[in-house]
């Protein structure tokens, strides 16, 4: 399953973000993984979260964020639930063409593997697409 959480700056999506790693933490059996650009969750996810920062990893791109999710993945069967802080920050082309198409490989990797995926993304939820408004 893909989630997407969609809002303006300022709209809370990050704090709700948090709450959903705090529930998954206590509630989920398996590994959770929360990804962010940079610094901004240190203290905010609990420690039982694996906390990931793209930019520790060079990550920069739509391709190369699948690449290195499914290695994370292959390494580490037991992750059940992925969080992404802010994916427009990570992504390169953030066209609604490439975004659409990016989160239709996650969900066929999710459903694959057996893992959620949930996702903050910086837009008007407005003006998203009937793709994009699929995965609220």
């Known amino acids: ?5 969609m809002g303006l700056s300022g709209s809370g999506k990050t704090k709700t973000l948090i709450e959903l790693v705090q529930q998954a933490v206590s509630t989920e059996h398996g590994d959770v993984v929360c990804i962010e650009k940079s610094k901004h969750l240190t203290y ?4 039982q979260a694996r906390l990931i920062r793209t930019d520790d990893y060079a990550i920069k791109g ?8 499914s290695g ?6 037991d992750i059940c639930h992925f ?3 802010d994916l427009n920050k990570i992504l ?3 066209s609604n ?7 239709f490989m996650l969900d066929e990797f999710s459903l694959r593997e057996n893992c959620d995926f949930t ?4 837009a008007d939820p407005e003006k998203a697409t009937e793709t994009l408004k699929r995965y609220f």
């Open 72 to 77: 994370l993945h292959a390494g580490n069967y």
């Open 92 to 94: 390169d082309d953030r």
């Open 44 to 47: 905010d996810i609990p420690y």
């Open 97 to 103: 063409e490439a975004l659409e198409s990016f989160l």
């Open 119 to 122: 996702i903050t993304l910086n």
């Open 83 to 85: 969080f992404i802080d």
């Open 62 to 69: 739509n391709i190369m964020l699948l690449g290195f999710l």
């Open 1 to 5: 399953m893909v989630k997407l959480i």
